[in-house]
T-cell receptor
Framework: GENVEQHPSTLSVQEGDSAVIKCTYS??????FPWYKQELGKRPQLIID?????GEKKDQRIAVTLNKTAKHFSLHITETQPEDSAVYFC??????????FGKGTRLSVIA | EAGVAQSPRYKIIEKRQSVAFWCNPI?????LYWYQQILGQGPKLLIQ????????DSQLPKDRFSAERLKGVDSTLKIQPAKLEDSAVYLC????????????FGPGTRLLVL
């Protein structure tokens, strides 16, 4: 089955700097890659997603890139703010399987 | 539009007791998922329903966990008997159609087994 690896497990950046979180997946048939943000004690919230027919997608300060050949995708957050501090999860799925999540990255933005 | 609703929000039980969680998905969402999220890890699928049918329950510990979605709308997840390692947050999510579509999560039920 699908296996999703996520790195790093923790990330600290200064406010205003960029943050990058990387994920790799094992199943080349996976075609949907969402990113979720989870604040302490709260539900995961979808922040951006990308499908396999697109290489990059951007939404204000957040962008996701996908490299199907290498089977990896990344989340980029620019101009980080303290409210970006949370745990971020990547996930992958294909046409007939549920989401498989990475283990998460705890992002701390230091003011 | 109302989000995914779950209850209770918190539950503390002793091992070997039973417990049940309830989920009401977003109106019109045919697909419903139950995930288990152990502290410090990503959510892991327990079971997926499409309307009132089970699509995937391969990771559900069937000797103690059961779930149903009788009318294709709300769903219950039961644990009987509970073990210490069942302490986790149980998240319900729903989507319009099956995989490949956005899943919306409920607030979760935080279970502590003593």
């Amino acid at each position: 089955g699908e296996n999703v690896e996520q790195h790093p497990s923790t990330l600290s950046v200064q406010e205003g700097d960029s943050a990058v979180i990387k994920c790799t997946y094992s199943d080349s048939a996976s075609n949907y890659f969402p990113w979720y943000k989870q604040e302490l004690g709260k539900r995961p919230q979808l922040i951006i997603d990308i499908r396999s027919n697109v290489g990059e997608k951007k939404d204000q300060r957040i962008a996701v890139t996908l490299n199907k050949t290498a089977k990896h995708f990344s989340l980029h957050i620019t101009e980080t703010q303290p409210e970006d501090s949370a745990v971020y999860f990547c996930a992958a799925s294909k046409g007939n399987t549920p989401l498989v999540f990475g283990k998460g990255t705890r992002l701390s933005v230091i003011a | 539009e109302a989000g995914v609703a779950q209850s209770p929000r918190y539950k503390i039980i002793e091992k070997r007791q039973s417990v049940a969680f309830w989920c009401n998905p977003i109106s019109g969402h045919a697909t419903l998922y139950w995930y288990q999220q152990i502290l410090g890890q990503g959510p892991k699928l327990l079971i997926q329903f499409q309307n009132n049918g089970v699509v995937d329950d391969s990771q559900l510990p069937k000797d103690r966990f059961s779930a149903e979605r009788l009318k294709g709308v709300d769903s219950t997840l039961k644990i009987q008997p509970a073990k210490l390692e069942d302490s986790a947050v149980y998240l319900c999510a729903s989507s319009l159609v099956s995989q490949g579509e956005t899943q919306y999560f409920g607030p979760g039920t935080r279970l502590l087994v003593l």
